[in-house]
Structures are given as C-alpha cells and as structure tokens.
C-alpha cells in the first residue's frame, strides 16, 4: 500500500442494502475525511476524524456513518442507501498537527443505487 | 464559517496561450489556501499551496498562483497550457486558526479546464 487505499473501485448496490466503503492509509496521518462528489455540487464532506478514536459531521451526513477505531482506517457506512446516494465517494487523509498540510486523495469509489 | 468560490464553471483555452483559473474565499484570520487537480476517473492530486510569504506560489507542472489579500482571492495561473493540462482544478482553503483545533479543508464546486489544440 502506498498513499490512501479505498475499496471497491465501483459498486452497483440495490436500494435498502447496507454497504461499506473501505479506506486505508498507511502514512500515519492523524485526520480523514470522506467526500462525495456529484456534478455541480463539487465535492461535499460527509464525516470526518481528527484523531482515531474521534469522529465529527460534515455538511451532509444523513445516511452515513463512520467509525475510526485506528489510525490507518476510516469506513464509511451506508445503513440503508437510496438512490440519492448515487455518488462518487472520496476518502482523504492529511496531517493534522501541522495546519499547513495538503490533503491526500484515494482514487475514489463509484457507488450507484438502483 | 468559511467558504470557497470558483465563478467558472468551464475555461477554454487555446494551447500556448496562457490560462487563468479564478477562486476567491471567505474565512476567518488569515488562510491555508491550495490547488487540487483531478484528471477523470482519479482522485485529486496536490499542485500549489499558500501558507506565508510571497504572494506568488509555483508549484507541479508549471502552475503557479497569486494570493490577493485585499480581494481575498488565489488564481491559479500558467503562461503557456497545454492539451494535456486539460482536467477539473479545485480551489480549497484552511483557516490558520479554528476553533476546537478542527482545520478541515473547505472545497469550491470546481472548474472544468479545456484546452484547445
């Protein structure tokens, strides 16, 4: 593993079918973050964590939950999903101790709910 | 609470010429500010920060950008584009303090670059 890892790359999930969305990094950054991105809408933060053992709401939470039991790892659950949840979903990491610091990206899991 | 806008969704530009990808902000004391580049089907990929000092900051592939703080705004430059430049660019900002020790990053919609050949 280098950089930021998420799992699977794309995902076609029927309505009302729980679903986790894997991300891994192995740089020890202490903050991540989970994104989605939607045409026109840029991207929008939907949890975040500052440290394992910490999680906070973003702007559009609803529907989605996270866990951050470590520092490498930071699933993102779907308890139930609709189709407004059709998105592409952005896992990051940066250094938090250090303001300063650029944001890492994974490449991104595709999601489609039907 | 702080905020990012990029007022163009798409820029068209002929290769060799040069291009301008505008972003202004709004955030409390002085800002973190950043360039992201996302070719399709990737993640977004660093190019440029702002943190102190000169107001001209280079950075990957010859991109370059100006922090502006009287019009509160961090355009992204390069004098001669290339077909290959070609992606969506994200203008991001941080604030240098925030309350309770969170520095998320705020993201702008994004804008589309085009450069013609």
């Known amino acids: 593993i280098a950089g930021i890892t998420q799992a699977p790359t794309s995902q076609i999930l029927a309505a009302g079918r729980r679903m986790t969305l894997r991300c891994t990094q192995d740089?020890?950054?202490?903050?991540m973050y989970w994104y989605r991105q939607d045409l026109g809408l840029g991207l929008r933060l939907i949890h975040y964590?500052?440290?394992?053992?910490?999680?906070g709401k973003g702007e559009v939470p609803d529907g989605y939950s996270v866990s951050r039991a470590n520092t490498d790892d930071f699933p993102l659950t779907l308890a139930s999903a609709v189709p407004s949840q059709t998105s592409v979903y952005f896992c990051?990491?940066?250094?938090?101790?250090?303001?300063?610091?650029?944001?890492?990206f994974g490449q991104g899991t595709r999601l489609t709910v039907v | 609470a702080q905020s990012v806008a990029q007022p163009e969704d798409q820029v068209n530009v002929a290769e060799g010429n040069p291009l301008t990808v505008k972003c202004t902000y709004s955030?409390?004391?002085?800002?973190?500010l950043f360039w992201y580049v996302q070719y399709p089907n990737r993640g977004l990929q660093f190019l440029l920060k702002?943190?102190?000092?000169?107001?001209l900051v280079k950075g990957s592939y010859g991109f370059e950008a100006e922090f502006n703080k009287s019009q509160t705004s961090f355009h992204l430059k390069k004098p001669s584009a290339l077909v290959s430049d070609s992606a969506l660019y994200f203008c991001?900002?941080?604030?240098?303090?925030?309350?309770?020790?969170?520095?998320?990053?705020?993201f702008g919609r994004g804008t589309s670059l085009i450069v013609h050949p």
């Open positions: 955030v409390s004391g002085n800002p973190y």
């Open positions: 964590s500052n440290t394992a053992g910490t999680t």
């Open positions: 990051a990491s940066r250094e938090q101790g250090l303001m300063n610091t650029e944001a890492f």
């Open positions: 991001a900002v941080s604030p240098v303090h925030a309350s309770g020790g969170s520095y998320i990053p705020t």
């Open positions: 702002y943190i102190t000092g000169d107001n």
């Open positions: 740089m020890r950054h202490n903050a």
